[in-house]
C-alpha cells in the first residue's frame, strides 16, 4: 500500500523527506546507484488510493461494483516492483550481505515506522479500536495475524495490508540478495503460483475468505510486480514483457475484474481466484507501462500533478484514512 519530489534517491520515491540526507549518506557506503524518479507510479498510486477511499467512504448504492480490492492489490504489485528493483541493485553491485541488510532495513524503518507508530499511540492514548490492548500486535507487524485468528477486521483491521508487506519485506531481501541470481526468477514464480494455490485451498477447504490477509493470500501481487522488474534482465522472460506491454491486456484484465465484480458472485472460485487475478494482472500490466519513460497520451495524464500529489501523501492517507469511521 504508499511520498516524495523530483527525484528519487536511492529508495523508491515514497521515502520521507525527514530523513533523506541520512538515507543517501547509507546508499553512498553500500554502493547503491540513484534511480530515476518516474512520476506516472505515483499517479498509480494516486488512483490506487482512491479506490480505497471509495470503497470506504461511498455507499455501495452509489457505485456499482467493489473497488478497495483493486487498490489494495495494485499497492502489492507497486511494492514487489519497487522493493525487488531496489534490491536487484545489492547484488548487482557486489554488496555485501550484511551491509545489504543494514541499509535496506534501514530506510524501511525511516520511511515507515514514524506515522505508523504515531498513528498506534494515539489510538491507545485515547482508547481507540481496542489499541490499550492490542497495540503489541499492531507494534508487531502482526495485524494480519490478529484478524485471521480473530475472524474479523475490527478498528484498526486496514493495518493488514502494511503488516503482509512488512512480512513481504523481510523475507524476499534474502530471496534476491542472499541467493544467488539464478534462483530468482523461480522464486518469483513459485511464489505466483503459491499466492493462488493458497486461496484454491481455502476454497475447496470451506475456509473464510478473511483467511487471505496473511501473507501466502498475496504473495501472487507481490511477485508478480517482482517479475515486472526482474523480466527486462533476462532473455528467457521476454514472453513477460510482452504480455504486460500488451494493451490487450490490460483492456481484458480491466473487464475481467470489474465483469466480476459487478456481478457480485461474492462466493466461490469468482472471490478466491478470477477477481484477484485479474486485478493482479491489470495492475502489472499499468506498473509496467507506466515505467516507459516515452511519451504516451495514453500515460501522460497519470503524471497530472493533483493525481502525482495524492500519490506521494497515499500511505499517510491509507494509515489514517479510517480514523473517523473506525476509531
Given at each position: 500500500m504508499r511520498?516524495?519530489?523530483n527525484?528519487?534517491s536511492?529508495f523508491?520515491?515514497a ?8 538515507a543517501?549518506?547509507?546508499a ?7 534511480l ?6 505515483d ?21 456499482p461494483?467493489t ?12 511494492s514487489?516492483?519497487?522493493?525487488t ?23 524501511r524503518?525511516?520511511r515507515l515506522?514514524?506515522?505508523y507508530?504515531?498513528a498506534?499511540a ?9 489499541m490499550r490492548?492490542?497495540w503489541?500486535v499492531?507494534?508487531l ?11 474479523t477486521f475490527?478498528g ?6 502494511l503488516?503482509?508487506?512488512e512480512?513481504?519485506y ?11 541470481r539464478?534462483f ?8 505466483i503460483?503459491?499466492?493462488?494455490l493458497?486461496?484454491?485451498?481455502l476454497?475447496?477447504?470451506g475456509?473464510?475468505?478473511?483467511k487471505?490477509v496473511?501473507l ?7 511477485a ?6 526482474y523480466?527486462?534482465q533476462?532473455?528467457?522472460l ?7 506491454l500488451d ?6 484484465s480491466?473487464?475481467m475484474?470489474?465483469?466480476v ?7 466461490g472460485?469468482t ?9 493482479t494482472?491489470l495492475?502489472g500490466?499499468?506498473?509496467?507501462l ?16 493533483p493525481l ?16 473517523c469511521r473506525s476509531?
Open positions: 511520498l516524495n519530489a527525484k528519487e536511492a523508491d520515491e521515502e520521507s523527506r525527514i530523513f533523506v540526507g541520512e543517501n549518506s547509507l553512498q557506503k553500500v554502493g547503491v546507484s540513484k530515476s524518479y518516474l512520476s506516472r507510479l499517479g498509480i498510486r494516486g488512483l490506487s488510493i482512491s479506490a480505497v477511499l471509495v470503497e470506504h467512504f461511498v455507499s455501495n448504492r452509489f457505485r461494483f473497488t478497495g480490492g483493486l487498490g489494495v492489490l495494485t499497492f502489492f504489485v507497486l514487489g516492483y519497487l522493493i528493483r531496489n534490491l536487484m541493485q545489492y547484488g548487482t553491485r557486489g554488496t555485501p550481505t550484511c551491509a545489504a541488510a543494514r541499509h535496506f532495513y534501514w530506510r524503518l525511516l515506522s514514524p506515522p507508530y504515531l498506534i494515539i489510538a491507545a492514548i485515547f482508547g481507540l479500536a481496542g490492548s492490542t503489541w499492531h507494534a507487524y502482526l495485524s494480519n495475524v490478529k484478524i485471521a485468528l480473530q475472524g475490527g484498526a483491521g486496514h493495518f493488514w495490508s503488516s503482509v508487506e512480512q513481504f523481510i523475507f524476499w531481501f534474502f530471496v534476491v540478495v542472499a541467493l544467488p539464478r530468482l526468477a523461480p522464486a518469483i514464480f513459485a511464489s503460483a503459491a499466492g493462488s493458497y486461496r484454491l485451498g476454497y475447496v477447504l475456509i473464510g475468505h478473511i487471505v496473511l501466502p493470500g498475496v504473495t501472487d501481487s507481490l508478480a510486480g517482482a517479475l515486472i522488474a523480466a527486462p533476462s532473455a528467457r521476454a514472453f513477460v514483457e510482452r504480455l504486460f494493451w490487450r491486456t490490460l483492456v481484458f480491466l473487464f475484474a470489474v465483469l465484480s459487478w456481478i457480485q458472485q461474492w462466493n472460485a472471490r478466491y481466484l478470477v477477481y484477484p487475478l485479474a486485478i494482472l495492475a500490466c499499468a506498473v509496467r507506466g515505467v516507459q519513460t516515452t511519451k504516451d497520451w495514453r500515460l501522460d495524464w497519470l503524471s497530472w500533478f502525482r500529489y495524492l500519490g506521494r501523501i497515499s500511505y499517510g492517507v491509507y494509515v489514517y484514512h479510517l480514523s476509531w
